[in-house]
């Protein structure tokens, strides 16, 4: 039987555009179609990679926190919130702006690679 939190991450997956399911790290992840991860979902929590504005507007949130590697909670991961299920409701939000964000990075990567 699936948490609510998984629930809600494959729904997130079918609703957002561009959402792809994987793993990373042997978590349930959303990855744009190119393959790179945008959220993963941990125990109760989801972890977004996110542009500067959004990620500082994501920590105002009670309880969200600069994330850390799953296995490692001393290893910051640069760039990336970790939200908790109190705020699941915007979980779609924040989604659907990583993936624009990493999109966007992947764009640049390929523009600086010509």
Known sequence: MMTQS??????????V????AGKMFGASCIKTMNGKAVAILWQDSMLFKLDE????????LDGS??????YAPDKPMKGWVSL???HSGKWADFTRKAVAFVMTLE????ADNK
């Open 6 to 15: 998984e629930e809600l991450f494959h729904q997130i997956v079918n609703e």
């Open 17 to 20: 555009p561009g959402a792809v």
């Open 53 to 60: 504005k959004t990620r500082l507007e994501a920590l105002k």
């Open 65 to 70: 926190s600069m994330a850390s590697h799953l």
């Open 84 to 86: 908790p299920f109190k």
């Open 107 to 110: 764009r640049n990567s390929k």
